[in-house]
């Protein structure tokens, strides 16, 4: 369902859904450094990078940073959904934005130093097809990042659902995770490494964590009891001081490699030598 097109179209369709499961995790966020700080010093690009991000959201990832973003670096913002390429044209850090899917990208062959899929992969329905394209796209020695969770990523949170709707639990069945991410990411890139980013939420206030649970998949069955879902997680925080929620989530690094010209290129793109 998480790459269903129609389902994703319509979550992502306009920001406030994700807005507000970043919002959760910025203020109830455990670990000692933000997850946008610890993530942009894992950027090791030239001074005068060509960055592309796909599936950009808010644009979150440069606002978050816009301090530390070398004025030198031409950064291309991307994401299918109008809505969110708009929000992150009001944020003004992208040299240039395009709406497009990251199955299909309108760029020139090896023109970037940098591609980026932040949380973005598992919503993609032919994955090896992207990241086909982002190979197409990247220079030969440019890098690829990747942010995604791992399978028990806020399991703590999907139980605390289930015990309220009185059901079993169901987790999301992500396509790409910490576990099986490296084994996918090896056919496009060459030497892929894993990095954790080691957190937790404590989520001490009622209405951050509704929104969350509003903003997901099964938004339409929550908001029909929106009230008792509300009056559950008070209660629950009343007791416990507070939910306390394991994450896991992370990011993969490759290189791209391969000659101009010598990679299967996909449906569409002619070969060029
Ligand atoms: C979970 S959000 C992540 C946003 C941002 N990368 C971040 O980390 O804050 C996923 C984003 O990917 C976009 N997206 C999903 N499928 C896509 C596709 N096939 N091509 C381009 N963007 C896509 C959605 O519109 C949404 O903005």
């Keep these: 369902m998480l790459n269903d097109p129609a389902y994703v179209r319509e979550q992502y369709r306009a920001s406030n859904n994700l807005t507000a499961r970043i919002a959760l995790h910025e203020r109830f966020s455990t670990a000692p450094r933000d997850w946008f700080d610890w993530y942009f010093d894992r950027l090791d690009l030239p ?9 950009c959201g808010v644009g979150e990832l440069w606002k978050h940073n816009r301090a530390r973003i070398p004025a030198t670096w031409q950064i291309t913002l991307t994401d299918f959904s109008f809505g969110m390429i708009e929000q ?7 040299t240039r934005l395009a709406q497009c899917d990251a199955q299909n990208l309108p760029f020139e062959f090896e023109c970037f130093d940098a ?34 969770n791992g399978a028990t990523h806020m399991r703590e949170y999907f139980q605390l659902i289930a015990e309220f709707r ?12 910490l576990e099986n991410g490296a084994a996918q990411l090896a056919h496009a890139f060459a030497d892929v490494r894993r990095f954790d980013f080691d957190d937790a939420l404590s989520v001490t ?3 951050p964590l509704v929104a969350y649970a509003l903003s997901g998949a099964i938004s339409k069955a929550l908001s029909e009891r929106a009230d008792a879902l509300r009056d559950f997680i008070a ?18 690094v490759g290189a791209q490699v391969a ?3 010598v990679e299967r290129l996909p449906h569409g793109f002619s070969k060029v030598t």
């Design 259 to 261: 000659r101009r010209g």
């Design 205 to 207: 206030e009622t209405e």
């Design 88 to 94: 992150s044209r009001a944020a003004n850090i992208a």
């Design 235 to 252: 209660a629950r925080i009343a007791r416990d001081g507070a939910i306390r929620i394991k994450k896991s989530s992370g990011l993969f």
């Design 115 to 148: 591609v980026i899929a932040n949380h973005m992969l598992y919503h993609v329905p032919d994955i090896a097809r992207a990241l086909a394209q982002f190979k197409r796209v990247l220079r030969r020695g440019g890098k690829f990042y990747a942010a995604t």
């Design 166 to 177: 009185a059901t079993e639990p169901t987790f999301p069945q992500l396509t790409f995770t």
């Design 47 to 55: 001074m005068n990078a060509r960055v592309l991000e796909v599936g």
